[in-house]
């Protein structure tokens, strides 16, 4: 029986760290700094990225689905800038990648799946790790305009949670499986 609590607890925190992965698509990934901050904070219901309506309290701190707003009309959106639009469609794919990743890690964590679990939750980790890896290579963040939010650094950290729990319980079953 307490085998199966230590067993639970594991599950739990993939499940968790599941939820909080959801919750950081609305926390900041990127946030503004400085003079610019306090412009946007002046001026906040001048639109500043007009096409998807975002004004600029809204890019104050700019969360993964208002990337995912802006990537996905400038991909569809960049006549005759091929590079925008490509850098457009990595992101796009990439945080399609980062969320489909998240709702299968949950799925298959419930249906006790944990090799796909962790497949996905490493996926999870490089797609993380591929936005930010290019955000940063753009010169995005940092900048004299923006900095890392808290979602830049929360996607690899979960996912390396879920990752070490998935192995946690595979480790478990086999040597609850071996007695």
Known sequence: MEKEKKF???????????????????LPYESSIGEYKEYLQEN???????????TNKDVVDISMVENFKVYSYAMNNSEGNSWLAGESTINFVLTIVLIASIVLVLLFTLFNKRILSMIFGM??????LL?????VDRG??????YTYGISYYLYPIMAI?????????????KKSKAS
């Open 161 to 173: 949670v879920i990752i070490v729990s998935v192995i946690i319980l595979i480790v478990k079953n």
């Open 8 to 26: 639970d607890i594991f599950k739990m925190v993939i499940i968790i760290a599941c939820v909080i992965s959801f919750i950081g698509l609305l």
């Open 44 to 54: 906040p219901d001048t639109m500043n990225v007009k096409e998807v309506n975002l």
């Open 140 to 145: 995005v963040i940092p900048s004299t305009q």
């Open 123 to 128: 996926l999870l980790l490089g797609s993380s």
């Open 131 to 135: 936005m930010n890896y290019d955000i």
